[in-house]
């Protein structure tokens, strides 16, 4: 084999394996810990997340509640590629976005229309025990906010 056509294999196969653990860190179960959390005041608060394969795609169910304390449900099914894919059961974005950045990190968009209501970033830990979602945006009264939330994994 020529050496190039070598150091071009071992590149796709290492970003591919890249972006396999990324989502296998991702997958499971994820209670919010709100003694970790800092939660900017008047916001949703997703209590629990959950990602799951669904077929070649990947699901996220999110349960939480709103500013106002009453329960919350959404739903978003798509691939961890940077494009939108559509959310449903969310007053607040009818799209959302995933980018992986490495094994333990990712980059996310929500969108309302055409527009950019919360940018963020997810950690997941070393140990794959929790992770940490860094987001900023803002809120439907047009106020900006920034959040970091805990999550264990279950």
Known sequence: MKPRTVVLTLAVCFIGTTLCLAQQNLMGTW???????????????????????????VKVTI?????????????????????????????NSDSRSYDLRSAHKMG??????????????IIVSGDGKSRTVIAS??????????????????
């Open 31 to 57: 209670k919010l810990n709100e003694a970790k959390s800092k939660l900017a005041p008047g916001t949703a608060k997703n209590n629990t997340v959950v990602y799951e394969s669904a077929g070649d795609s």
């Open 63 to 91: 349960d939480g509640t709103d500013a106002a304390g009453n329960p919350t449900h959404n739903e978003w099914t798509g691939k961890f590629d940077g494009r939108d894919y559509p959310v449903t059961g969310d007053p």
């Open 108 to 121: 996310f968009k929500m969108k309302k229309g055409k527009k950019v209501t919360t940018t963020g970033t």
């Open 137 to 154: 945006g803002t809120d439907a009264q047009g106020k900006k906010f920034k959040s970091t939330a805990v999550y264990d994994k279950q």
